[in-house]
């Protein structure tokens, strides 16, 4: 796990300034702070990394990482399955002299060409140089755990981890991408796209390569999701497999050199990756676990569910802790000091993000690092597995309709509305509207639109997920792919740059390749059945996980009381930020509007906080990287 940064001159030759490298690359030293490499390349390239020593922890694994004097690397990430890679190329003839997978990454490609991002299992953001042929070859992860974000400016191709550091050698490029930030307000729409706040800054896209020569750059997809549903594999078999392949997943995440340990809730997923590990924990048993004060969850989570629901999420984490031996630490979410530790989070997160889920994230891994150095997390399963529910539901039955199964789609519904209230059966079919205009319209009845003026009064819509779910013959699958390719990369986005700002790796099994293929070709009825999700994944897990675990039918992910944010007084609180003079003269937010919706929090009549929150974040990024720019 490390920060990459490197240069290339496509036309002109400029001067590389050593120094002014450094610069860039100590911007993001937190990502990397065992040992920092450059090098050049006479006027042609440049090369620089930040090591956080995870694998093979000798010097000699320090990057950029030479191979027979003509390819040169700088890597970030993992590749899970690098032993075996490492035997396989041993088996046809190559040598190493050192046991990273730094080293089975440059040796790959030297054996394969660029269809070796083919053969990894793993999360990467690489460059590799090939000195002879002068060409820069990128890659990026199936997914987009690892962020590759680049830059063309002035004939220089600039490549980094993180923007900061590009902003850092061309600080001319800190110009807000106000299509982009608008959108955020509006659909909280973030890092599943291309394009970032920034305007002529953007992100390679999960599952695509990379190369830059003399003659320009190329960017071409690598790996797709299968579309076609396997129909005719038993549900037993399937059980089997997705066991054996799921377990693996969590196995080959736990090779580190550096101890390792995981987040842990009262839900399936994290549960599953600690119970398949019980007996292979070889002293690696820290968990990490966000508690709230009085247990409480959001009224706005609570009123999906038909009856009132409350989880005492640290007496069921303790419960199973001492079933599997493990040593919990429960970490108390404050919800204190907002504007301080959302401004933190923002400059690491080079964005807004539309939920407050950050909080209790961010006081995880800064926890966790006190302790570890490796975290694993089961953040990826919903969106693999169907996991909320009221967000899928809607489409299953249609699916059901269509496939003239009837009685099966009354079963479906009616375990449904066991659970869940009707206004969020309304809504199921509510949220599949994902049209620019329904949007617009929306947002000029409810009278939000009024908010934003000047530059975020006027905006082009970009849908949450860019890709179109073309070729599927399965609905639900077509769902869960825009699910994949949107909303989830823009989890990944903020997991990693929360867990690096603390020097913090995080595993996620559930975003295995091998998995996500798999699942991705079975029925729905796998993955859904009898109002309950997650479906093939409980039934791998029986025997390995506590049944009163499987047997849960709630979900809930992180809350914080946004209400509360906004209700709060005093000199740097949320609601004095929006309406200082700094905010309003920016002219991005109206005054009224802003004034009206406080009011209408501190009377309880109507609730806006979440696009308060939204312009919150956006004002502090620009306090975090346009003003100084601008002064």
């Given at each position: 796990?490390?920060?990459?940064?490197?240069?290339?001159?496509?036309?002109?030759?400029?001067?590389?300034?050593?120094?002014?490298?450094?610069?860039?690359?100590?911007?993001?030293?937190?990502?990397?702070?065992?040992?920092?490499?450059?090098?050049?390349?006479?006027?042609?390239?440049?090369?620089?990394?930040?090591?956080?020593?995870?694998?093979?922890?000798?010097?000699?694994?320090?990057?950029?990482?030479?191979?027979?004097?003509?390819?040169?690397?700088?890597?970030?990430?993992?590749?899970?399955?690098?032993?075996?890679?490492?035997?396989?190329?041993?088996?046809?003839?190559y040598t190493f002299k050192t046991q990273s997978d730094t080293e089975v990454l440059v040796v790959a490609y030297q054996a394969w060409g660029e269809d070796c991002v083919n053969h990894f299992n793993g999360m990467w953001a690489f460059a590799i140089y090939d000195q002879v042929e002068n060409k820069l070859f990128c890659s990026r992860d199936r997914f987009g755990v690892k962020p590759f974000?680049?830059?063309?400016?002035?004939?220089?191709?600039?490549?980094?981890?993180?923007?900061?550091?590009?902003?850092?050698?061309?600080?001319?490029?800190?110009?807000?991408?106000?299509?982009?930030?608008?959108?955020?307000?509006?659909?909280?729409?973030?890092?599943?796209?291309?394009?970032?706040?920034?305007?002529?800054?953007?992100?390679?896209?999960?599952?695509?390569?990379?190369?830059?020569?003399?003659?320009?750059?190329?960017?071409?997809?690598?790996?797709?999701?299968?579309?076609?549903?396997?129909?005719?594999?038993?549900?037993?078999?399937?059980?089997?497999?997705?066991?054996?392949?799921?377990?693996?997943?969590?196995?080959?995440?736990?090779?580190?050199?550096?101890?390792?340990?995981?987040?842990?809730?009262?839900?399936?997923?994290?549960?599953?990756?600690?119970?398949?590990?019980?007996?292979?924990?070889?002293?690696?048993?820290?968990?990490?676990?966000?508690?709230?004060?009085?247990?409480?969850?959001?009224?706005?989570?609570?009123?999906?569910?038909?009856?009132?629901?409350?989880?005492?999420?640290?007496?069921?984490?303790?419960?199973?802790?001492?079933?599997?031996?493990?040593?919990?630490?429960?970490?108390?979410?404050?919800?204190?000091?907002?504007?301080?530790?959302?401004?933190?989070?923002?400059?690491?997160?080079?964005?807004?993000?539309?939920?407050?889920?950050?909080?209790?994230?961010?006081?995880?891994?800064?926890?966790?690092?006190?302790?570890?150095?490796?975290?694993?997390?089961?953040?990826?399963?919903?969106?693999?597995?169907?996991?909320?529910?009221?967000?899928?539901?809607?489409?299953?039955?249609?699916?059901?309709?269509?496939?003239?199964?009837?009685?099966?789609?009354?079963?479906?519904?009616?375990?449904?509305?066991?659970?869940?209230?009707?206004?969020?059966?309304?809504?199921?079919?509510?949220?599949?509207?994902?049209?620019?205009?329904?949007?617009?319209?929306?947002?000029?009845?409810?009278?939000?639109?009024?908010?934003?003026?000047?530059?975020?009064?006027?905006?082009?819509?970009?849908?949450?997920?860019?890709?179109?779910?073309?070729?599927?013959?399965?609905?639900?699958?077509?769902?869960?792919?825009?699910?994949?390719?949107?909303?989830?990369?823009?989890?990944?986005?903020?997991?990693?740059?929360?867990?690096?700002?603390?020097?913090?790796?995080?595993?996620?099994?559930?975003?295995?390749?091998?998995?996500?293929?798999?699942?991705?070709?079975?029925?729905?009825?796998?993955?859904?059945?009898?109002?309950?999700?997650?479906?093939?994944?409980?039934?791998?897990?029986?025997?390995?996980?506590?049944?009163?675990?499987?047997?849960?039918?709630?979900?809930?992910?992180?809350?914080?009381?946004?209400?509360?944010?906004?209700?709060?007084?005093?000199?740097?609180?949320?609601?004095?930020?929006?309406?200082?003079?700094?905010c309003i003269d920016r002219g991005l937010f109206s005054e009224k509007g802003i004034q009206k919706s406080l009011k209408d929090l501190e009377r309880g009549t109507k609730d806006r906080s979440r696009f308060l929150y939204r312009m919150l974040n956006v004002e502090l990024w620009f306090r975090e990287f346009i003003d100084d720019a601008e002064n």
């Open positions: 796990m490390c920060g990459i940064f490197g240069i290339y001159n496509i036309k002109e030759k400029h001067y590389f300034e050593q120094e002014k490298i450094k610069s860039s690359v100590e911007r993001m030293q937190h990502r990397g702070p065992d040992f920092m490499g450059i090098r050049m390349f006479d006027n042609n390239a440049a090369l620089a990394h930040l090591r956080l020593a995870i694998i093979d922890l000798v010097a000699d694994s320090n990057q950029p990482f030479e191979r027979d004097d003509r390819y040169f690397v700088s890597y970030n990430g993992e590749i899970y399955n690098y032993i075996e890679l490492r035997d396989d190329l041993i088996k046809i003839g974000n680049y830059a063309t400016v002035n004939g220089q191709f600039i490549f980094s981890s993180e923007i900061k550091s590009i902003l850092e050698y061309f600080p001319e490029e800190k110009i807000p991408n106000y299509n982009v930030i608008s959108n955020f307000c509006r659909n909280s729409v973030g890092a599943q796209i291309k394009e970032t706040w920034f305007q002529n800054i953007f992100r390679l896209e999960p599952a695509h390569n990379l190369t830059v020569s003399s003659e320009g750059i190329n960017i071409e997809r690598y790996w797709d999701y299968p579309k076609k549903t396997n129909q005719n594999i038993t549900f037993e078999n399937a059980v089997t497999h997705y066991h054996d392949l799921f377990k693996n997943a969590v196995e080959i995440r736990m090779r580190s050199d550096v101890p390792v340990g995981f987040t842990l809730s009262s839900g399936v997923d994290s549960m599953s990756i600690v119970s398949v590990l019980k007996d292979h924990l070889n002293g690696n048993n820290k968990s990490y676990t966000a508690t709230f004060p009085e247990n409480k969850f959001l009224k706005s989570e609570k009123q999906n569910y038909k009856n009132d629901i409350e989880i005492d999420e640290a007496k069921i984490v303790k419960e199973v802790s001492k079933q599997l031996e493990l040593d919990p630490t429960l970490v108390e979410i404050n919800f204190t000091n907002y504007v301080e530790e959302l401004s933190k989070i923002i400059f690491n997160m080079e964005s807004g993000h539309g939920s407050p889920a950050v909080f209790p994230l961010n006081s995880i891994f800064k926890k966790a690092t006190e302790d570890i150095t490796v975290v694993l997390e089961g953040q990826g399963a919903d969106e693999l597995l169907a996991g909320y529910l009221n967000n899928v539901e809607s489409i299953y039955l249609i699916e059901l309709i269509r496939k003239f199964r009837f009685k099966k789609a009354i079963i479906e519904l009616n375990e449904y509305c066991k659970v869940y209230s009707l206004s969020s059966l309304v809504m199921l079919f509510v949220r599949q509207l994902n049209s620019g205009w329904i949007h617009k319209l929306y947002y000029k009845v409810s009278g939000v639109s009024a908010f934003y003026i000047g530059h975020l009064s006027k905006y082009k819509h970009i849908k949450d997920s860019p890709r179109k779910a073309k070729g599927f013959d399965c609905s639900v699958n077509a769902h869960l792919f825009k699910s994949h390719t949107g909303g989830l990369v823009n989890l990944l986005h903020y997991g990693d740059a929360i867990s690096m700002a603390y020097s913090l790796e995080s595993r996620l099994p559930f975003m295995d390749y091998r998995l996500v293929e798999y699942v991705f070709s079975l029925p729905s009825e796998f993955k859904i059945c009898n109002g309950q999700s997650k479906y093939i994944h409980r039934k791998a897990m029986e025997g390995v996980v506590a049944d009163e675990i499987l047997s849960q039918k709630v979900k809930f992910g992180f809350s914080t009381p946004l209400t509360n944010m906004f209700l709060e007084k005093g000199h740097n609180s949320a609601a004095s930020i929006l309406l200082s003079k700094r």
